[in-house]
C-alpha cells in the first residue's frame, strides 16, 4: 500500500472550504452539468478509487489511475450542452501537462484546452465549445503516483436532466433488466470473429436483429428490425448451433438478463451502461475438455436433482435442456473490442473488477432452453462438445434507454422487466 504525506487539519479544511467557495462562485454563472453523471477512465489505482467518485460532489472521495503516463477521464453529460468552464480539485497526485476535449459521440474529440505547467491544487479553465462528453487527458505526471481527482467539475448549459431513481415500494431488491429475443435465423457467419467474411465460421443461431451476417456493423444493427421484447434492443446475440440426431435444433427462445451482481453493492451503485458498438465473447468455442470452460453450464429446467455440468446432461422425459452463460463485466473503459475479442473485457475477482478493467457494465446473463432430453450421447453443437458453447454480444440498445436501465434497474438493486420498469 503506498503511502503519501497526509495535509494537517487545518490546511485539509481550508482547501475544502475553498473548493466549496470555487464551485460556488462558477455556478453562480453557469449550471454544474457533471456531477452524478456516468464517468469513465483510462485505469483506476484500485476499485477503491473509481471514475465515479470525481463527480459525485464529495470531496472525500476521488478516482485515482495507475501509475503510468498517458491517462484519461471523461464524463457523459447526458446530452448536447455548452460548456464554459471545467474546475478540477486534484489530489496531491496531479498532471503537469493535462488538456480538456469534447465529443459529440464519445470518439471524435475536440481539443478545448492544453497546458504543460499545470500546478495541481484547485484549478479552473476556460472552455470554450460544445459536446455531450468532456474528456481530461494528462501525459505528464508530477509525481511518483498515478494522478487523482477529488472532483472534476463541468460548468455551462445544456445536458441532460437526471431525475434521482426512487425504488418502488414492493420493489423485488435484485438489480436486473433484460430482453427476450427469440431465435431468427441461422449463417456460418461471425462478424466478431471473422468479420467480411461469409462462410468462415461453424453454424450459428441468432437472436435479436434479423439482419446479422459477416459483415454487420453496429450502424447495421441500429437502423435494421430487432424481434426482442423490447423492440428497442437492436443487439444481436448468437451462439453454436445446437443439433439432436444431427438435426438442427433451436431454442423456444433466447432470455438475455442484464445483471449487477458479482461486485459489492457500493460498485453496483457504479456500474456505468454497456457502450454502443461493444462486442464480448463469452466461453470457450475451442475447449478440449470440460475443464477449458468453467463458465457455461448445462442443466435441467425444473429438475434440480441434476447436478449442472460444462457438458450436456442427461434430462428426465418432459423436461427441457438448459444453457447458462455468463459474459464477463468488467470493461477496460477504452476499447469496444480486442484481437482476441476477449481481453478488453475481464471479470470480477473478490467482489471487485480488476485495475486493470475498471468499468463495470451489467452482466450479461444468456440462457436458453432446449425443447429436447435424454440421451446427451444425440446432442452437439456446431463447435463441438457442450463444454464448447460460447455466446457473442454486439451491442446496438440506444444509448439513453441503456442509461435509463442501468440508473433505474441495475444502480439501485431493483428487478425491471422487459420495459425497463420495475
Known sequence: MRKRPLLAAAVAAALTAYVLVAATAASAADTLLSQGRTATASSVESAAFPAGNAVDGNAGTRWSSAFADPQWLQVDLGASATITSVSLDWEAAYAKSFSISTSADGNSWTSRYSTTTGTGGHQSVTVNGTGRYVRLTTTVRATQWGVSLTEF????????????????????????????????????????VFPNLPGASHMHSFFGSEVTNATTTVNDLINANSNCNPSIDKSSYWIPTLYQDNVAVEPVTGVFYYLGEGVSDALIAQTQPLPLGLRIVAGNAKATGPADNTIARWSCLSHGEVNPLSDFVNCPAGSMLE????????????????????SHMAYPVNNACPASHPVVVPKLRQVMRYPVNGDPSRLRLASGPGYTMHGDFFNAWPVDEMA???????????????????
Open 323 to 342: 444453457s447458462y452463460l455468463d459474459f464477463p463485466h468488467c470493461w477496460d473503459g477504452k476499447n469496444l473490442d480486442s484481437a482476441d475479442h476477449k
Open 404 to 422: 435509463r436501465r442501468v440508473n433505474n434497474c441495475i444502480r439501485i438493486i431493483v428487478k425491471c422487466g422487459a420495459d425497463g420498469r420495475p
Open 153 to 192: 467539475q463541468v460548468y455551462g448549459t445544456g445536458g441532460g436532466t437526471t431525475t434521482p431513481p426512487t425504488i418502488p415500494p414492493g420493489a423485488v431488491r435484485v438489480a436486473e433488466f433484460l430482453a427476450d429475443c427469440p431465435f431468427t435465423h441461422r449463417l456460418p457467419d461471425d462478424p466478431i
